[in-house]
């Protein structure tokens, strides 16, 4: 052997022997290398493609909530529309956010009943059942006049998984534009819808035990009731001329109407059941006792009530001056509007689907609302700062002033957005 490594022969050969391992070598690392980059490409590439294939699936799911939003908005912006005119005339008085939030609603509802449910979420790419999207966690977040759209857009290449979060936006919020509002002509209620009775009718009967029950009977220039007289109205039509002085009425009225052409002064007023009470002057009174029920009272101007309004139900009253009392204890499916400035000093009691109108400032004390949201007071100013209470002088024309039935700006289309979230 040491020959062998001795010999010149011997030395080429070893050196043969070590180039071919070192290449060998260098052949292997090389290989090894490449085969790495070649995973890692393949992982990159999988990646990207995953990644492209997710912002596919937000893309397609973004432009169909886009298509199904624009083909409803119309037809269900015209409906609430519709149902707010109706809601006026039944002395429902919402604001335009209501009807915007209820536009939103309708449409999600329909989103979620009509379209998704039937909406391809899972879609096959290049006809390769590995690489695809879903689209997942679908779900519509609660925000004042915004319809938004949150969603999970997942994409495989093969065994490569990506999820991108989606969201859709549309702005309802300038839907209903106070400029395209037709104009109201009056108040949502009047102080002339009850008819004057004329001066045909024949002359009641006065003194004492003055029951005017299925009378139809008149009194000319200005009358005085005294606390014997019984005064007592049922089935009765009865005008005065003048003035009306009465002290406290201790019976109920019912099914009459009472056309006061003056003012009307006096102590308690008791029950009134489908009462027409027309009063051309103003009202002085203690208070109103009992439940007024299927009234309408009319003041062309000023009343004072010292004490409490009982229970106004299913009734209006149109006072066209100011308005001072202590305590509205009640009201339900009723409207009150006040043509000058109100004070209300002790507070009121709200019921459901009730409406107070002060065209002017109004002081008011404690406001008790059990009405659900259902229950608004509009006035120009107030001290007030309950939620109940809105003021400002657009938000009492568009609610008090007949309502003004707004309408669309014929150019409307909610703006949409979309948002992408990578962190997923």
């Known amino acids: 052997m040491k ?3 001795n010999n ?3 030395y080429a050969l070893v050196l043969v022997l070590i180039i071919s391992i070192v290449f060998t070598l260098v052949f292997l690392l090389f290989l090894a290398i490449s085969s790495n980059t070649t995973k890692q490409n393949n992982v990159v590439e999988s990646t990207f493609q995953s990644q492209s294939i997710a912002e596919m699936g937000a893309s397609y799911f973004q432009h169909a909530m886009t298509n199904e939003i624009v ?3 119309n037809r269900i912006i015209q409906e609430v529309l519709t149902q707010r005119e109706q809601d006026i005339k039944n002395r429902i008085i919402n604001t335009d956010e209501y009807y915007i939030n209820s536009v939103i609603g309708d449409i999600e509802l329909e989103l979620k009943k009509k379209v998704i449910p039937f909406l391809n979420t899972n879609i096959t790419i290049h006809s390769n059942s590995q690489n695809h999207f879903e689209i997942d966690s679908i779900n519509f977040p609660s925000e004042d006049k915004m319809l938004i759209i949150n969603f999970i857009s997942v994409g495989y290449d093969e065994a ?10 549309a702005d309802f919020s300038d839907m209903i534009d106070p400029t ?5 002509e009056e108040t949502i209620i009047t102080g002339n819808t009850i008819a004057d009775p004329g001066t045909n009718l024949d002359i009641c009967s006065t003194g004492t035990r003055a029951d005017l029950s299925n009378k139809h009977c008149q009194i000319n220039g200005d009358i005085s009731y ?5 005064l007592r109205f049922s089935n009765s039509t009865y005008r005065v001329s003048g003035s009306l002085n009465v002290p406290n009425m201790n019976f109920p009225s019912s099914n009459s109407t009472l056309y006061i052409v003056g003012s009307l002064n006096g102590q308690n007023l008791n029950t009134m059941t489908d009462v027409k009470l027309h009063i051309g002057g103003s009202l002085y009174v203690s208070q109103f006792n009992g439940r007024i029920v299927d009234t309408v ?8 009530l010292h004490g409490n ?8 009253m149109y006072i066209g001056g100011s308005f001072t009392m202590a305590t509205i204890n009640q009201i339900t499916n009723s409207t009150i509007y006040v043509g000058g400035a109100a004070q209300i000093y002790q507070g009121v009691n709200l019921g459901r689907n009730a409406t107070i109108c002060v065209n002017g400032d109004l002081s008011i004390g404690n406001i008790n609302d059990n009405s659900g949201g259902t229950s608004k007071i509009y006035a120009r100013t107030s001290n007030s700062r309950h939620q109940a209470v809105i003021t400002g002088n657009a938000e009492f024309e568009a609610a008090c002033l007949g309502g003004g039935s707004p309408t669309v700006n014929p150019d409307f289309s909610p703006p949409i957005e979309y948002e992408y979230d990578y962190s997923y």
Do not use: C, M, W, Y
Not at 160 to 169: A, S, W
Not at 180 to 184: A, D, L, Y
Not at 309 to 316: A, E, M, Q, Y
């Open 226 to 230: 005294h606390q014997n007289d019984e």
């Open 180 to 184: 395209f509002n037709n104009k109201p």
């Open 309 to 316: 309004l009982d229970n106004l139900n299913n009734s209006t």
């Open 8 to 10: 010149d022969r011997g």
């Open 71 to 73: 083909a409803r908005q």
């Open 3 to 5: 020959r062998i490594i």
């Open 160 to 169: 490569k998984r990506t999820e991108i979060g989606g969201t859709v936006t």
């Open 297 to 304: 009272i009319e003041v062309a101007g000023s009343t004072t």
